[in-house]
């Protein structure tokens, strides 16, 4: 089956510096990625994703790139804020639609530091 | 619109009972998942039902189960709790078409002792 490797587990950055989670996958047919982010005592919010036929996706301070070829895929997080302290996890999933099972990656703790 | 409602929020069970969990999709939603998340595993398939069939089944013992209900929503079950079922129990559901895109509840915390 997929399994989603994802690093750092733990992350800390100034105030209005940028962030950024890696994630690897081992199934070249899985062809979506989602990013969550979760805050204690929530469950996951899903933040951004992309398909792997696009390469890079933009949501105004946050960004995901992906490389087919090497699989791998990274979170891009840009001028941070206090606010974006939380757990952020990847997830990598094959198929479309129905009966898609998601595979997580471990999580990263960020931390914002003001 | 209301979020996904998991009841309760936390439960605390002694070895070999059974517990069940609750889950109330966003209106409309009809995909229910349920996933399992501990601090050593991380967070784990469990299944997916939707219109009350479970459509894919994550890798876990014959003791965890679901039904879903006409008005979508959804329950879980784990017959003889192990000291290992201890964890976060999350449900998420996901709108007709983009099924991938799952939103989720706050989950319900479980302890077995």
């Known amino acids: 089956g997929e399994n989603v490797e994802q690093h750092p587990s733990t992350l800390s950055v100034q105030e209005g510096d940028s962030a950024v989670i890696k994630c690897t996958y081992s199934?070249?047919?899985?062809?979506?990625f989602p990013w969550y982010k979760q805050e204690l005592g929530k469950g996951p919010q899903l933040i951004i994703d992309?398909?792997?036929?696009?390469g890079e996706k933009k949501d105004q301070r946050i960004a995901v790139t992906l490389n087919k070829t090497a699989k791998h895929f990274s979170l891009h997080i840009t001028e941070t804020q206090p606010e974006d302290s939380a757990v952020y996890f990847c997830?990598?999933?094959?198929?479309?639609?129905?009966?898609?099972?998601?595979?997580f990656g471990s999580g990263t703790q960020l931390t914002v530091l003001p | 619109k209301a979020g996904v409602t998991q009841t309760p929020r936390y439960l605390i069970k002694t070895r070999g009972q059974q517990v069940t969990l609750s889950c109330s999709p966003i209106?409309?939603?009809?995909?229910v998942s349920w996933y399992q998340q501990t601090p050593g595993q991380g967070l784990q398939f469990l299944f997916e039902y939707f219109s009350e069939t479970q459509r894919n089944k994550g890798n876990f013992p014959g003791r965890f189960s679901g039904r879903q209900f006409s008005n979508s929503r959804s329950e879980m079950n784990v017959s003889t709790l192990e000291l290992g079922d201890s964890a976060l129990y999350l449900c998420?559901?996901?709108?007709?078409?983009?099924?991938?895109?799952?939103?989720f509840g706050s989950g319900t915390q479980l302890s077995v002792l």
């Open positions: 998420a559901s996901s709108p007709a078409g983009t099924e991938e895109k799952l939103f």
């Open positions: 997830a990598a999933s094959i198929g479309r639609g129905s009966a898609r099972q998601l595979t």
């Open positions: 209106s409309g939603h009809r995909s």
């Open positions: 199934d070249s047919a899985s062809n979506y």
């Open positions: 992309i398909r792997s036929n696009v």
